[in-house]
């Protein structure tokens, strides 16, 4: 629709996200999307855009933007040193930006992934009901890549807000994460191990990226009667699947089937604090039932609806 | 390797929002086809707060909404879709022709795979596409299948370095294992031979040409047919 900002320079990995591609994971297409659903829930909020609105998602250090056209953007997710024409300008706030102006989201202080929404939306063509950027298949976002310096981004049609909007708190992003997490799919094959799993701290290692996050800690050692592979079966994000060296990854959006047991699944409101997890930093699983996930998750809707209550009053 | 079959489907909890159902254990067509009717039934029935209905081999995910439905409402809902799988018959599959043009400059492999079993280039090509393929499962890329049904008289070891880049449609074989790379990607299959269907087509509504439970069967066809065809699938 409207050309709003020209890439000066992308960052190391900055990606077109949305709420992710759903309809087709039974063709082997995954999900993708934000991994930080927490902060881009907030930044689409922070501009008046509806949920699962596509926003930029940064790994480390944001994109430089020249703004082509006035606009209302909200950066959140890790503590960066955002920038408004070299002025330092908070995040988790509505920021309005207007033609020739340079926003540089910086480099973060704490936390790993940083999002940028603009009102109405980055806009792009939705590919299988989604415009997330699915790097793997090359689809997506901007022709299924990472954002390229000389790149111009659009937005879709927006309003502009007749007032700033700023969420009173924003989350510090620590260095070490408690991550709850239902045993199984295939808890069986661990039932020594599960104490280990749930006893130990992990470290992220540098193998941490948009697909998974290999942990680093005590090997999680299967019963002597299990199979080191299973019969490939689905994947979903917060999966900690254990090959032979017992050596856990935690899968996140990027992959619809796989052969590895999975000793627990991370619950999705707690998926964030992985996202924004580095490498050194600190993991420890704590075990809840599916009875208590579910309240948890009713927990976190309500609490993505006073966000957007409070934002918009 | 054979399957074994559960008097009834086994439930597992992954995480907060999805819900493993098993119907037994291994690689088995019968009980992948119990998967499929499964899925399918699933599908049609469109219970709410249901996001998606993935099968692979021998189970299926069921990924779902915890603020519409539960766990445990799930498999309420399952059993009373058990008494319903017995008594319909299993759809027949559906068959899908994929067009190959096997050899030359689209298989490149042709001839180590027909030496390495003392065969000539004409009788691999006989033996792959005679067969009927199940779809067992669709994953690892979109469109891309696990099939089942190799000729044992056509198993053949991966590549020792695999190549960066395998150009889309093309027709491979993996120890026990063929298939068709829906997409460019990097890959150790032996090349016999390359459809020129574009399998994968993420502008097209439906963008793909099968799905998993459906039958594949490689059709023979001249270099001039895969020009033709090739045009014909570039707008």
């Known amino acids: 629709m409207t050309d ?51 926003v930029l998602e940064a790994t480390l250090v944001g994109p430089r933007l020249e703004v ?36 540089d989201a910086g480099a973060p202080e704490s936390g790993c992934r940083s999002y940028l929404a603009v009102g109405g939306g980055f806009d792009v063509p939705l590919v299988m009901g989604s415009r997330a950027t699915y790097l793997g298949g090359r689809i997506g976002g901007l022709d299924g890549r990472s954002l390229a310096a000389g790149d111009i981004l659009k937005r879709g049609p927006a309003r502009l807000l007749d007032q700033p909007r700023r969420l009173p708190w924003f989350p510090l992003y620590g260095t070490q994460v408690i991550l709850r997490a239902v045993p199984g799919p295939q808890d069986e094959y661990f039932r020594t191990a599960l ?8 470290t992220v290692s540098a193998q941490a990226n948009r ?36 050596r856990p990854i935690v899968l996140l959006n990027e992959q619809t089937l796989g052969g590895y047991a999975k000793i627990a699944t991370i619950i999705t409101p707690d998926l964030f604090k992985l996202a924004q997890a580095k490498p050194g930093d600190t993991v420890r699983f704590v075990a809840v039932t599916v009875a208590e996930s579910a309240a948890i998750a009713r927990q976190w809707a309500a609490f993505f609806s006073e966000i957007r209550t409070l934002l918009e009053r | 390797m054979s399957g074994v079959f559960y008097d009834r489907p086994r439930f597992r909890a992954c995480g907060d929002r999805a819900l493993l159902a098993e119907y037994g254990d291994g690689i088995d067509l019968a009980l992948n086809r119990k998967v499929h009717a499964a ?36 498999t309420a809902a399952f059993t009373a879709l058990e008494s319903e799988l017995e008594a319909a018959e299993l ?14 400059q689209f298989g490149p492999d042709l001839s180590f795979v027909a030496e390495h079993h003392r065969l000539t280039p004409a009788e691999v090509v006989e033996i792959h596409s005679r067969a009927l393929y199940p779809i067992y499962a669709v994953g690892f890329a979109p469109g891309f299948c696990y099939l089942g049904g190799l000729d044992p008289r056509l198993h053949t070891p991966r590549l020792p370095t695999p190549r ?16 068709v790379y829906p997409s460019d990607s990097p890959g150790g299959w032996r090349l016999i031979g390359r459809t020129p269907l574009s399998l994968f087509n993420p502008s097209k509504a439906d963008p793909f040409l099968y799905q998993a439970g459906d039958r594949i069967r490689f059709v023979p066809i001249s270099e001039a047919d895969y020009d033709r065809l090739r045009a014909a699938e570039r707008p």
């Open chain 1, 195 to 202: 104490a280990t799993f749930f006893d130990s701290p992990f």
């Open chain 1, 4 to 54: 709003t900002f020209r890439v000066i320079s992308p960052g190391p990995l900055t990606t077109i996200q949305d709420a992710g591609r759903t309809a087709f994971q039974h063709m082997g297409v995954p999900v993708s999307g934000v991994l930080d659903r927490y902060a881009a829930h907030v930044a689409n909020c922070l501009v008046g855009n509806p949920a699962g609105s596509a």
């Open chain 2, 91 to 104: 759809a027949e599959p559906r068959t899908v022709d994929i067009p190959v043009c096997y050899g030359g």
């Open chain 1, 68 to 103: 082509l056209a006035e606009a209302d953007i909200g950066v959140t997710g890790a503590a960066s040193a955002l920038t408004v024409n070299g002025v330092p300008t908070p995040g988790w706030t509505s920021v309005r930006v207007r033609p020739g102006d340079v926003v």
């Open chain 2, 164 to 179: 960066t880049r395998v150009p889309a449609g093309s027709v491979g074989i993996a120890e026990a294992q063929t298939g």
């Open chain 1, 211 to 246: 697909m998974g996050y290999r942990l680093e800690g005590p090997a999680l050692i299967r019963e002597a009667d299990a199979p080191a592979s299973i019969v490939s079966e689905p994947i979903v994000a917060g999966n900690v699947q254990v090959p032979a060296d017992g």
């Open chain 2, 39 to 74: 899925a399918n039934a699933l599908r049609r029935r469109a219970l709410a707060g249901i996001e998606a209905v993935i099968p692979a081999y021998r189970n299926l995910a069921l990924v779902y909404d915890p603020l519409v439905v539960s766990f445990e409402s799930l």
